[in-house]
């Protein structure tokens, strides 16, 4: 895991990472606002992720997708983002189609 590159989604508009928070569809509130940081192991993988799940406009998605960079980082640094970031653990992304994330929650 260490040695591997990953590819995050960043805003162009604020610089927060793409998260999820698996509970949001229950009645209940998120147990954390930070959730969990999503990561593709592919750089196309985070491009067909933002395609196949942006909210869909009159024109396609394109005004959606332009409002998020790629961004790769290597294993070895993902512990120090998590840190400053207080995410709750990792959502590596298996299948941006339908999609299929596993959640590794750090202790």
Known sequence: ???QVYYLLRSRLDGSYLV???DSNSNHP???DVGYLLMFREHFDALAYLNQHGPKVSSGNADFTSRFAVESIPGSQLKPLIDRWG???LGIVADPILPTVDFLTLS
């Open 30 to 32: 998120p147990v954390s």
């Open 1 to 3: 895991m260490f040695s």
């Open 20 to 22: 999820a928070h698996p």
């Open 87 to 89: 995410f709750q653990g």
